[in-house]
Structure formats: C-alpha cells, structure tokens
C-alpha cells in the first residue's frame, strides 16, 4: 500500500511495517523520529542490510526466539535492497509477532521486488519520499516559524531557502540557529537573519564538501588548519557530502545517456543554481557513476565509524578529507 509521507499519521495503525524509499534521506529521518517512534515501542534495535546477511542466523534468532518479544521490539534496518526480502517474507510467514519493522532505502525501481511486495500488499506500507523543492522548504519553514512564533519577512525567508540549497538538514540547523537567536528577540529583521545565517555557514560545510570532490588540496588544508568539528559538524559534512553524491550520480547517468551536461544541468530539478554549474561539471569529470557509488559507500561507512567514535570524530574525517583529495587514491 503506498501513501504519501504527510500522510503516515493517520496510517500508523494499519500495518506494522513500513518501507521508505527514496533520495530524501533527512526527511525520512525526521518522519521516523518525529512521528514512528514516539508511537512504537522504546526498545529499539537499529540494523544494516550487510549486517544482516552477513549474521542472518543471529538475526533469526533474535527474530523468532521467543523470549526477544517479553515487550515490543522496533526494528529498523538500514540501506535495504532486494536482497532483504527473502528475509522479510520469512517474517511475514511466522504471523503476528508483534513486532514492527521500519525499512530504509534508497530509490528503489519500479522492477524492485520489495517495493512491489510492499506496494501490493495492503498491510503493508510503502513511503516514497523524494527531494524537496523551494514549496516544500518554504512550509515545512513556515510551520517551523509559526510554532515557535518567531516572525520575519518574507525576503528573509527567501534567503534561509536559498541558502539551504535543497538541503533540508542545513535548513533545519540555520531555523534551529534563528531559534536560539529569537529567544531574546522576537521580530528578526533581515540583517538579523542574514547574519545568522553567515554565521551558521563560517564553517563552509557545503564549501569543504565541493572542494573535497573537486580535489582542491589547498581549500581543504585550510579548512582543516582553521577549524575545529564537533560531532555535530561532522554529521552535517557527512549528510551534505551523501546529499551532494545523490545528486551528482542522477546527473552522471543522464550524461551517459544524453551526452549533454549543459542540457542535463539546466533541466535538473530541484534547479542548479547558475553559481554552481561549473564546479558540478568540475565533479563529474573527476567522478565517474562507478567511483560516485564506491564513494556513497564509503560516505556511508564513515557515518558509522564517526558515530561509533565519537570523540575522535573529528581526527576521522580529517584523514576521510585528505584520503580523498589523494589524486593516487584509486576510489575517486
């Protein structure tokens, strides 16, 4: 059964099971924190897909030995493909378990047997959830200003758009930011704002993302040599770096097919804006579709890595930085 993501709310009670699919990795993220997991049971168990298979006995019995179910149990796995639908259907076979499930993905094909399994199957739900564009950043902003009351004009708005590029967790960071700001002042003029949001960019974490695929040595050892990342930074980098391959790998296979990347650039949605064409092209001649998917990997592992590190974090994204800029390095 597929329903649209503003639509989980109303839908919660009608499977145990929920598949969410789709390029929009920090709306999905959003979705199961704000609204699946306050109304699913507090004991959860996060797994990867290789995970899994890699431990897929350990896996069962946890699954089927029955002393696992004393209370509850919510289990998300992450970056599932088809290779977990064996798996999955063994579960449905064994009834009611009362145990839920939450799937993420990637953009899963029409010819994906999970997503066709999930898509047919009345209780089951199925979420695709794709990029946001400039109507859904402005009200998911509006709403976020509403509810905490602060006011500004509609030019600032704008501007705190612009500036998220699509992104919406550095959108989300810089209303966070206006938040903390707005506790001593209310109404924010646009100066106000703009300097906030300056602020919240001193780090250039868009900026170390493109000179990093760029391979641009000196910017990324300036970046280094002047700042110091909390772990908070660093999750950030990593979502702007995953965010950022998405996209590039989307347009590196419509240049193979099109063979016209200033075509391919003007068409993309959500819009490039004009500013940035010229290092996107930059990228996708350093970057080909098969080091991109190696690289997103990659990108993948170190969240991981960074997550389970935590305070070292900013000592393995360092390396992460200079591995990657290694013109030797045969990744990218």
């Given at each position: 059964m597929i329903i649209k993501h503003y639509e989980?709310?109303?839908?919660?009670?009608?499977?145990?099971?929920?598949?969410?699919?789709?390029?929009?990795e920090n709306l999905i993220e959003e979705i199961i924190d704000k609204i699946l997991k306050p109304n699913f049971s507090k004991n959860l168990f996060n797994y990867d897909e290789d995970e899994i298979i890699k431990d897929i006995e350990i896996f069962k019995n946890n699954i089927f030995n029955r002393s696992f179910f004393d209370n509850q149990k919510l289990i998300v796995v992450n970056r599932a493909t088809d290779k977990f639908l064996?798996?999955?259907?063994?579960?449905?076979?064994?009834?009611?378990?009362?145990?839920?499930?939450?799937?993420?993905?990637q953009t899963l094909e029409k010819k994906s047997k999970l997503r066709n399994l999930f898509e047919k199957n009345k209780n089951l739900?199925?979420?695709p959830v794709y990029e946001d564009d400039k109507k859904a950043l402005m009200s998911y902003s509006q709403n976020f200003l509403n509810e905490n009351k602060i006011r500004i004009s509609i030019e600032s708005l704008n501007v705190i758009i612009e500036r998220s590029k699509g992104n919406?967790?550095?959108?989300?960071?810089?209303?966070?930011?206006?938040?903390?700001?707005?506790?001593?002042k209310k109404n924010l003029n646009y100066e106000d704002i703009t300097n906030l949001i300056n602020f919240s960019e001193s780090l250039n974490f868009l900026e170390i993302v493109n000179y990093c695929l760029s391979k641009n040595k000196k910017q990324v050892f300036r970046f280094i040599n002047e700042n110091i990342l909390s772990l908070d930074?660093?999750?950030?980098?990593?979502?702007?770096?995953?965010?950022?391959l998405k996209r590039l790998k989307k347009l590196s296979i419509e240049f193979?097919?099109?063979?016209?990347?200033?075509?391919?650039?003007?068409?993309?949605?959500?819009?490039?804006?004009?500013?940035?064409?010229?290092?996107?092209?930059?990228q996708l001649v350093f970057l080909s579709l098969k080091n991109i998917n190696i690289l997103i990997k990659k990108i993948n592992k170190l969240e991981l890595t960074v997550k389970k590190f935590p305070k070292i974090s900013n000592e393995i994204m360092n390396n992460f930085f200079l591995e990657n800029i290694d013109n030797s390095n045969s990744s990218i």
């Open positions: 989980i709310k109303k839908n919660l009670k009608k499977s145990n099971y929920f598949l969410f699919h789709g390029p929009n064996k798996i999955f259907e063994l579960i449905l076979s064994k009834g009611d378990l009362d145990l839920n499930i939450i799937i993420k993905a739900v199925i979420v919406r967790a550095i959108l989300k960071n810089n209303l966070n930011k206006i938040l903390s700001y707005s506790k001593n930074d660093n999750i950030i980098i990593i979502k702007n770096f995953l965010y950022k193979e097919k099109k063979k016209n990347i200033d075509k391919i650039l003007s068409e993309s949605k959500p819009p490039i804006f004009w500013k940035d064409k010229d290092i996107i092209k930059q």
